[in-house]
């Protein structure tokens, strides 16, 4: 019965904390830097071409690296640049995503997140990309007619010097998905740890100091 009165506590603790957990690390998937710069919704005509793409087989021949390079792709870019500064380096651009599954295995994608920077910009920095995670859909979540949305972001980038530079997507991959609307975001700096957060990464501290109270407590009682 004792060990049960504790436990009940300590079985509180930890799913408190892990909800608390939760919801700072859904919190964090929201935010991918310390300032949202600004937003783009791709334009139809984009969207189009990115549900039109068709995936070519790979080339036993060639690598996987290669493979990917030589891949059909379909690219937007944002009209007009932005400014960057180096002082709020580091940059990241994030892809939102709202679509239909049109199989039964998911949905299975391969994007780009870059910079463009054209004139006397375009140095050794000039053209940046990296890869965007976080935005395929498993077989046992997406069947055929599910909707579905996604969020990703792209490696951070830090740029040398101040300048405009143009935010850009590609997709060199999209199979099993239908898109309907895809948001581009641009963050920069570091994104700041809230208290949820700073609970979370203390989660494991603080069940053990529950525990070894609620222990030291039961021991004071039986004595």
């Known amino acids: 019965m004792k060990i049960a009165r504790f436990a009940a506590p300590a079985l509180a603790a930890v799913v408190i904390a892990s909800a608390l957990g939760d919801g700072a690390q859904a919190a964090s998937q929201e935010k991918f830097g310390k300032t949202l ?89 000039g053209t940046v990309a990296t890869l965007l995670a976080g935005l395929n859909v498993s077989s046992s979540e997406g069947k055929r007619e599910t909707r579905v949305t996604r969020v990703g972001a792209a490696g951070p980038v830090s740029f040398r010097y101040d300048g405009p530079a143009f935010p850009s997507i590609e997709v060199n991959r999209l199979e099993g998905l239908k898109l309907d609307r895809v948001g581009v975001e641009v963050w920069s700096g570091l994104a700041e740890a809230g208290w949820k957060d700073m609970l979370f990464g203390w989660q494991g501290a603080l069940v053990g100091v529950v525990m070894l109270a609620l222990w030291f407590v039961g021991f004071r009682r039986r004595d």
């Open 37 to 125: 710069v600004t937003t783009y919704t791709v334009p139809r005509e984009a969207l189009d071409r990115f549900n039109a793409l068709k995936s070519s087989p790979s080339n036993p021949k060639l690598s996987p690296l290669e493979n990917m390079i030589a891949r059909k792709s379909e690219s937007w870019q944002a009209n007009a640049p932005l400014q960057v500064s180096s002082k709020a380096n580091p940059y990241r651009i994030a892809i939102r995503y709202e679509g239909e599954i049109t199989g039964d295995q998911g949905a299975v994608t391969l994007w780009n997140g870059g910079w463009f920077r054209e004139g006397s910009m375009q140095t050794s920095e």
